[in-house]
Nanobody, 124 residues
C-alpha cells in the first residue's frame, strides 16, 4: 500500500511555471513507477509524465514534452513535476499515481494508487 499526497498547484499566468510535488508514504517507494495525470473540466483523465523506479527513464505526453520535467527522490519518497511555459490548456486537476505492475506506465489502468489531486489554473 502507498498513499500519495500532491501539493504545489495554484493559479499562474500564461508562460509561467509551477512545481508540483507528490509525497508518498511507505518504505517501498523505490519499487513503484510514478506518474502524473491530469483531468480538465469535461474531459477524461490523460497521461502527462512517468518515471521509472530508478529514474533512469522518463516518459512524456507530446503536449508537454520540452516544457515539463518529471523527477523523483527515492530517499525522500517524493516525485516532482516541474512545469514551465504553461498554457491555458494545461489547466486541470493534476494527479500523482503509483504502480508496481508495469515497467513504464502511460495508461490510467496501469496505475494502482492515486492521490487526491491538485488544481492548476493557467490564466490567459
Amino acid at each position: 500500500q502507498v498513499q500519495l499526497v500532491e501539493s504545489g498547484g495554484g493559479l499562474v499566468q500564461t508562460g509561467g511555471s509551477l512545481r508540483l510535488s507528490c509525497a508518498a508514504s511507505g518504505r517501498t517507494f523505490s519499487s513503484y513507477v510514478m506518474g502524473w495525470f491530469r483531468q480538465a473540466p469535461g474531459k477524461e483523465r490523460e497521461f502527462v509524465a512517468a518515471i521509472s523506479r530508478s529514474a533512469g527513464s522518463t516518459y512524456y505526453a507530446d503536449s508537454v514534452k520540452g516544457r515539463f520535467t518529471i523527477s523523483r527522490d527515492n530517499a525522500k519518497n517524493t516525485v516532482t513535476l516541474q512545469m514551465n511555459s504553461l498554457k491555458p490548456e494545461d489547466t486541470a486537476v493534476y494527479y500523482c499515481a503509483a504502480t508496481n505492475f508495469v515497467m513504464s506506465g502511460t495508461k490510467e489502468y496501469d496505475y494502482e494508487y492515486w492521490g487526491q489531486g491538485t488544481q492548476v489554473t493557467v490564466s490567459s
